[in-house]
């Protein structure tokens, strides 16, 4: 007989998306629980989706009990993967239908999501008056090097031949 539960695997720091990928291309069914975050700092909004479960992705796989054959073997060999956690007969470790739908509907209605209050630092003012546009009229030019700036040679100056200099040596 073959059974189809929801096991977890225990996956790399920062990874659970990329995990996730890797579990999808093999076959397997994934699901990573996330939450999105919003909050404003200095009057710009940031929102940003972090995992419910940091280190963790849930993924269905299948065991025939007449065979011993598990279903969730390459799993641990995939990139982010760490481990399956499993049963000392060699069984992953089986997450109820029940905590699966209720993660699930908790997902798609968003009730972990999360607003917070809006951030500022010490530079910022809302109140503060906006900024007088600058004259423009003049154009800054950028500095030439000085292989490229003309010689200019003052009344004062000597000026001296390198050839005769070098005979006087």
Request: aromatic letters at 10%; one cysteine or more.
């Amino acid at each position: 007989m073959t059974e189809r539960y929801w096991t977890v695997a225990q996956t790399v720091s920062k990874m659970e998306h990329i995990a996730r990928r890797e579990i999808e291309k093999g076959g397997h069914g994934a699901f990573l629980p996330t939450f999105a975050r919003s909050r404003a700092v200095d009057g710009h909004e940031y929102c940003t989706e972090i995992p419910l479960f940091t280190g963790y992705v849930f993924f269905m796989t299948e065991a025939n009990d007449k065979r011993q054959e598990y279903d969730w073997a390459g799993i641990p060999d995939i990139h982010g993967v760490y481990r399956v956690p499993a049963n000392p007969s060699g069984k992953a470790q089986r997450v109820r239908d029940d905590e699966m739908l209720r993660m699930f509907f908790g997902h798609i209605r968003g009730a972990h999501n999360e607003r917070a209050e809006p951030r500022y630092t010490r530079y910022y003012n809302p109140n503060r008056p906006k900024p007088k546009a600058k004259n423009k009229s003049r154009r800054a030019r950028p500095r030439r090097s000085k292989s490229a700036r003309p010689t200019r040679i003052r009344s004062d100056m000597q000026i001296t031949n390198d050839l005769a200099f070098e005979v006087q040596r």
